[in-house]
Every structure is written in structure tokens, then in C-alpha cells.
């Protein structure tokens, strides 16, 4: 067995946004390793098509609704008997000028990137207290640590997800419980077309996996200590 599959085998996870892009990288990484996986996601479809891909629990549902988040963990737990690690990776960008951002608009990028993410990571903290153990991983972006034109919306939301990973990781941390927070920078998903722009190929931009690769040696450190922190940028995508 390798060190990557002592580490990961039998764990039980639950990656939020797992039916496409990073999320969905990540369930298949961790999948490849021995681990239980569950995903969720909005479009059933879509989700059930990952599912049968990755061979994981599909768990539809909405993170901006308080009973699906709760529900996405409750599954994972009634399944496989508890939580160990929480991809919390659903999210989307909206990039308008500060004077064309509405506040619908701004409510419905926090619900899902701030709100959504503190639903699911408190309910699946509930659990990892009570066990005394797990691993939380917020996927935020560098456009949580600077912001730029357009970044009202979506980097505000950003930053919050990052001052509240700093907050859980002071509490849960005396639990055993490690919170831990990724940057990635720009990666190769539906990302931008769904924000409604487009995205220029590259064949040296970062893609999926290598935020899971990254993503999975955090969770591979030893429980004894963590990686707070990290941001994955293409090396040269120019
Ligand atoms: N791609 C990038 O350049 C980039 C860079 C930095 C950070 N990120 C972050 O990485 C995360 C994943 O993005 P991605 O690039 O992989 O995008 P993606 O390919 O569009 O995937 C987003 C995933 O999140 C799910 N999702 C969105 N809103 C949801 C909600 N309210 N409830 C449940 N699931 C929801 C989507 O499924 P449904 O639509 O079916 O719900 C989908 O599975 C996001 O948090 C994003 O902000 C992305």
C-alpha cells in the first residue's frame, strides 16, 4: 500500500461542487486512494453522471439551503457512519463593475461562497468535534487574497471564506480538528463560462487535477500537524 492510500483509504468524504471541475478531480482522486466518497451538487444529471464516474454517494442538493447542506453531510454519515474529510468546494463567480452589481446579484454569490460553505463546514464540524477528528478544506481562490475590478461580488465572498476558515481553525483545532484553506489561481473548469465569460485555453494553465494533487498532500500531512494555507499558481501560463 502506498503512503498516499494508508493515509486515505477508508476515509470518508463528502466533496461539495463534486459533479465538475475541481471538486469533481478531487472526489476522483481521493476515490483512487481507497476512500468513500459523497458529492453534491444542484444539477441531478449532471451528478449522477459524476457519481457512476467516480463511483461515489451522489447527494443532490443546494449548499444555500440550510436543510441540503445539512443533508449532504447527514448522508455521507448515515452511509458510511461519520465525516473525515470535507471538501467545501461549491461555489461561482459573478464579475461585474461595483455600479452594475445588484444586490440580488451579491446576495446569491455569498449564499452559496460564504453562507453555503459555513452550512456545510458547521454541520460537518458537529460531527468531526464529537469524534475528535477530520479534516476541513476550504477551496477559496487568490481572489480572496487581493481584489481587483469586477471583484466586488465574487472576491468579497472569497476573502470572507477566508477569515472564517482562520476562526474555525482556532477552534477546532483543540478538537484535533484541522481547517484548512486552498487558493487555487485560475484553473481550466466550466468556472468561467458559467460566470458568464469565456476562458482562453492554454496548455501550461493549471487544470483540475493539479488542485487535487495539491489538495490531497494537505490531507496526506500527518493528523499531528497541518498545512494551514496554500495557493497553487501555473507556473508560466503566459
Ligand atoms: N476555476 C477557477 O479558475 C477557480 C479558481 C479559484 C477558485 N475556484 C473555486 O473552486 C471551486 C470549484 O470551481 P470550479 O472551477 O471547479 O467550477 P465548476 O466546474 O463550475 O464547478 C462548480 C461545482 O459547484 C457546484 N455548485 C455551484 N453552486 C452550488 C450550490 N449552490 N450548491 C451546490 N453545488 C453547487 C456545481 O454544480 P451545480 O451547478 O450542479 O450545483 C459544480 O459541481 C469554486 O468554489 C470556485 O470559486 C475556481
Redesign the pocket.
Given at each position: 500500500m502506498s503512503e498516499y492510500e494508508s493515509a486515505l483509504s477508508g476515509k470518508r468524504v463528502l466533496v461539495?461542487?463534486?459533479?465538475?471541475?475541481?471538486?469533481?478531480a478531487v472526489a476522483q482522486k481521493l476515490k483512487g486512494y481507497g476512500a468513500t466518497v459523497a458529492i453534491?451538487?444542484?444539477?441531478q444529471a449532471?451528478?449522477d453522471a459524476?457519481a457512476q464516474e467516480v463511483g461515489a454517494i451522489a447527494v443532490q442538493?443546494?449548499?444555500?439551503v440550510e436543510a441540503?447542506a445539512n443533508r449532504m453531510v447527514e448522508s455521507l454519515v448515515n452511509e458510511a457512519g461519520g465525516i473525515d474529510i470535507l471538501i467545501n468546494?461549491?461555489?461561482?463567480?459573478r464579475f461585474d463593475m461595483l455600479l452594475e452589481t445588484s444586490a440580488e446579484d451579491m446576495e446569491s454569490v455569498w449564499?452559496?461562497?460564504v453562507l453555503?460553505a459555513f452550512m456545510v463546514g458547521k454541520a460537518a464540524a458537529a460531527h468531526m468535534v464529537k469524534q475528535q477528528a477530520g479534516t476541513i478544506v476550504n477551496?477559496?481562490?487568490?481572489?480572496g487574497l487581493k481584489g481587483f475590478a469586477r471583484g466586488t461580488a465574487?472576491a468579497s465572498s472569497?476573502f470572507a471564506l477566508r477569515g472564517m476558515t482562520e476562526c474555525w481553525r482556532d477552534e477546532l483545532r483543540r478538537h484535533d480538528v484541522r481547517v484548512v484553506l486552498c487558493?487555487?489561481?485560475?484553473?481550466?473548469?466550466?468556472?468561467?463560462r458559467?460566470a458568464g465569460g469565456s476562458q482562453q485555453p492554454h496548455p501550461k494553465k493549471?487544470i483540475?487535477a493539479d488542485?487535487a494533487d495539491a489538495i490531497t498532500g494537505a490531507l496526506v500531512t500527518d493528523p499531528r500537524g497541518f498545512v494551514p494555507e496554500f495557493s497553487v499558481f501555473a507556473t508560466n501560463p503566459f
Open positions: 461539495t461542487g463534486g459533479s465538475s471541475g475541481i471538486g469533481l453534491s451538487g444542484r444539477d449532471a451528478l459524476a442538493g443546494d449548499v444555500g441540503d468546494n461549491a461555489g461561482f463567480g449564499r452559496t461562497n453555503g477551496v477559496a481562490s487568490t481572489a465574487y472569497k487558493n487555487p489561481s485560475e484553473v481550466i473548469t466550466d468556472f468561467s458559467r493549471l483540475p488542485i
